[in-house]
């Protein structure tokens, strides 16, 4: 059945990371599904990271001294 929180959509991607994904979830023990699932971890670290590197950015002028403080 269906999960009625998942979206379908398309990706167009190289032929070389294509097999290289194939060949890694094969490698694995993994599933065809397995790729949206991989994917999915990707979007969501990328996400992640780059909301960091945000944040990061937002602080770069104020002292590590008065972020600390800032903690206790």
Excluded at 25 to 53: C, Y
């Amino acid at each position: 059945m269906p999960d009625a929180t998942a979206t379908r959509l398309t990706i167009s991607w190289s032929k070389d990371t294509d097999l290289a994904l194939r060949s890694y979830l094969g490698s694995q023990g993994l599933k065809k599904g397995a790729i949206s699932e991989f994917i999915e971890d990707a979007v969501k670290w990328s996400l992640f990271h780059q909301t960091v590197e945000e944040v990061r950015h937002a602080f770069d002028s104020v002292p590590a001294r008065n972020l600390e403080q800032n903690l206790t």
